[in-house]
Nanobody, 116 residues
Framework: QVQLVESGGGLVQSGGSLRLSCAAS????????MCWYRQSPGTERELVAT????????NYADSVKSRFTISRDNAKNTETLQMNSLKPEDTAVYYC?????????WGQGTQVTVSS
C-alpha cells in the first residue's frame, strides 16, 4: 500500500522556521521525483519545490528561493522541506508528491500557519 505521510507542520511566528518531513512507503522511493506543493484557501495548489530521484537537482518557486531547502534521504525513504524566514503568505497546507512516469502519489498534507 502506497503511503506518503507528511509531518512537521504547525504554528510559527513570522521569521521563524519549520522543517517538514514526508515519509514514503509502498513504492520504490529512490526512483521517484519528489515535490512539495502548497495550497491556501481559495487558491490553486502551487508547486513549491522539486528534487530529482537521486537528489542531484532541485528547483524552487521564486517565492521561496533562498528561504526553503528541499532534500531527500533515499536510504530512509524520506523527503524534507526546511523552511526559514517564514512569512504570513507561506500559510497553507503543504503536500508531498511522488512522481515516476505515469505513477503519481500525494500525501494528505500538513498545515503550516505563520502569524504576523
Amino acid at each position: 500500500q502506497v503511503q506518503l505521510v507528511e509531518s512537521g507542520g504547525g504554528l510559527v511566528q513570522s521569521g521563524g522556521s519549520l522543517r517538514l518531513s514526508c515519509a514514503a512507503s509502498g513504492f520504490t522511493f529512490s526512483t521517484y521525483r519528489m515535490c512539495w506543493y502548497r495550497q491556501s484557501p481559495g487558491t490553486e495548489r502551487e508547486l513549491v519545490a522539486t528534487i530529482t530521484s537521486d537528489g542531484g537537482s532541485t528547483n524552487y518557486a521564486d517565492s521561496v528561493k533562498s528561504r526553503f531547502t528541499i532534500s531527500r534521504d533515499n536510504a530512509k525513504n524520506t523527503e524534507t522541506l526546511q523552511m526559514n524566514s517564514l512569512k504570513p503568505e507561506d500559510t497553507a497546507v503543504y503536500y508531498c508528491r511522488a512522481v515516476f512516469t505515469n505513477y503519481d502519489y500525494w500525501g494528505q498534507g500538513t498545515q503550516v500557519t505563520v502569524s504576523s
